[in-house]
């Protein structure tokens, strides 16, 4: 509510101006968790591509189990593809940080408040959200293929490797889910 004696117009902007500089910092916040999740998930794509060495045996014992080399060539491409969108994912996420940072700091009045293109913003955050998602379903590939390797062939029936790939893939999926319904209805909003 306007205070006695001020303009209807001041408040306005000065309501218009905290709204935004909460929702600036809120996109901020946001972009900050993309890029330090992608940055966790990164990791575990190097230490996959480190548990698996060419003629690896599995823990089964029937050698018959053992892993050939088309599973660690799909292994290193899950991991790579993986690797690409965690990083682009990231790159789109500190990119918006920026251009946002950038734009707060033309404005010394108002320090905290931006002025961006919210159709832009979302675009890229849905990019972001989309890498990451992307990464993630390869990363699981990826996973399987290191439970395999690891573990015996999911077609051998090695029920510590069926056991591991179905507790991976439930968990896994669930959470994707969740996420991406997340992104879809705050997006929508």
């Given at each position: 509510?306007?205070?006695?004696?001020?303009?209807?117009k001041?408040?306005?902007r000065?309501?218009?101006?905290?709204?935004?500089?909460?929702?600036?910092?809120?996109?901020?916040?946001?972009?900050?968790?993309i890029?330090?999740?992608?940055?966790?998930?990164?990791?575990?794509?190097?230490?996959?591509?480190?548990?698996?060495?060419p003629?690896?045996?599995?823990l089964e014992?029937?050698?018959?189990?053992?892993?050939?080399?088309?599973?660690?060539?799909?292994?290193?491409v899950?991991?790579?593809?993986?690797f690409?969108?965690?990083l682009f994912?990231?790159?789109?996420?500190?990119?918006?940080?920026?251009?946002?940072?950038?734009?707060?700091?033309k404005?010394?009045d108002e320090?905290?408040?931006?002025?961006?293109n919210?159709?832009v913003?979302?675009w890229?955050?849905?990019?972001?959200?989309f890498?990451?998602?992307m990464?993630?379903?390869?990363?699981?590939?990826?996973i399987?293929d290191v439970?395999?390797?690891?573990?015996?062939?999911?077609?051998c029936g090695?029920?510590s490797?069926?056991h591991?790939v179905?507790a991976?893939v439930?968990?896994?999926?669930s959470?994707l889910?969740?996420?991406?319904?997340t992104?879809?209805y705050?997006?929508?909003?």
């Open positions: 509510m306007a205070e006695s004696g001020e303009n209807p001041d408040y306005s000065r309501s218009s101006s905290s709204s935004s500089s909460s929702t600036t910092s809120i996109h901020v916040t946001a972009l900050d968790g890029v330090n999740v992608n940055s966790l998930f990164t990791i575990a794509v190097f230490v996959g591509l480190s548990l698996t060495t003629g690896q045996h599995s014992n029937p050698n018959a189990c053992d892993a050939g080399i088309d599973v660690a060539k799909k292994l290193l899950f991991e790579v593809v993986s690409s969108f965690f994912s990231s790159l789109v996420a500190q990119g918006l940080k920026l251009a946002i940072n950038l734009l707060n700091s404005d010394v320090a905290f408040r931006a002025h961006i919210l159709k913003l979302r890229g955050m849905m990019g972001s959200a890498g990451s998602v990464g993630c379903v390869f990363l699981m590939l990826s399987i439970i395999q390797i690891r573990l015996g062939m999911l077609s090695s029920k490797a069926v591991a179905t991976l439930v968990l896994v999926s959470a889910l969740v996420y991406v319904s992104a879809i705050a997006f929508s909003r």
